[in-house]
């Protein structure tokens, strides 16, 4: 690679295409004036004029939206909270983390089925929002309760005993320095439930009742009736078009929020230097 730096540049080049290159056919496709997904014609907007009077798809996206924002509200509140429970050493510690962490390696057919099962003949819950909701905390808590504990792990413990030594009560500690420091490990622990509750499809295709079909599952079931339509290929453009506008926000943020960090490192630095040089002197 030293002596030919092209070659590592072409095979990127290789590695981007294979990945997006379907997706910016997609996208083209998705601007056809015709039917085909072959063979463009002309560009217009028709498909997503389509796509946005159709009432099943709002109601399907406003489905998939409710159903994510509670689940992940609920799972990163029970996830956080067993997260914590964990930090601690106990009997049968290493029992509990097994078990929440079952569902990152169970295939999602074999949770569906096993939620199935639960929600309607063991629990009572008829298939719906409430059978959904219960299902997607179940399988996405095992991702928060990681996320979380990774953060705690790496986390300075003599912070919080150094709150309580200046007097601070626990609930005043945990507002004042546990929180802030888990803060951004609880937050992608919500959108990594929110995003995982959003886009399943296998999970929610067991559970979904009359009125109550998620977006993904309202998707599937459309290819697989009719074919891949081009409402459908605008539906997905849409739903990549978001993403990637999330993901280029939070990386916005991240690059905001370390340009402010910058200067008051720079500055500590400095006066650490200053300060060394002056004990040297």
């Known amino acids: 690679m030293n002596r030919r730096p092209w070659a590592l540049g072409a095979v990127a080049a290789l590695v981007f295409a294979f990945l997006y290159a379907p997706i910016a056919w997609l996208a083209l496709v998705s601007f056809n004036d015709s039917r085909s997904l072959s063979r463009v014609t002309g560009l217009s907007p028709r498909w997503y004029g389509e796509l946005v009077r159709d009432s099943r798809v709002l109601d399907a996206l406003g489905l998939s939206l409710r159903l994510a924002a509670a689940s992940a509200v609920v799972a990163t509140a029970i996830g956080t909270l067993a997260a914590f429970g964990l930090r601690r050493a106990f009997p049968g510690r290493g029992a509990w983390t097994v078990l ?4 990152l390696v169970v295939p999602e057919v074999v949770l569906g089925v096993a939620l199935l099962g639960f929600c309607v003949k063991l629990a009572g819950i008829p298939l719906g929002f409430g059978a959904l909701l219960a299902a997607h905390v179940a399988f996405s808590l095992s991702f928060v309760v990681v996320v979380v504990r990774a953060r705690l792990a790496g ?7 150094a709150a309580a030594d200046l007097g601070a009560s626990p609930l005043v500690a945990f507002r004042t320095v546990t929180l802030p420091l888990v803060a951004p490990a609880v ?10 509750s959003f886009d399943d499809v296998v999970t929610s295709s067991y559970l979904t009742g009359v009125g109550s079909t998620t977006l993904p599952v309202f998707v599937y ?12 290929v605008a539906l997905s453009t849409a739903m990549v078009a978001v ?3 999330l993901l280029v926000a939070g990386v916005l943020v991240v690059a905001w929020r370390a340009r402010r960090a910058s200067p008051a490192s720079t500055f500590v630095g400095t006066g650490r230097d200053q300060g060394t040089r002056h004990a040297d002197g």
């Open 155 to 161: 986390m300075d413990h003599r912070l919080e005993e």
């Open 221 to 232: 079931a459309q290819a697989g009736r009719r074919g891949v339509s081009p409402e459908i």
């Open 243 to 245: 993403s990637a506008a």
């Open 100 to 103: 929440l962490s079952l569902p």
């Open 187 to 196: 937050a992608a622990g919500a959108a990594f439930a929110f995003l995982l």
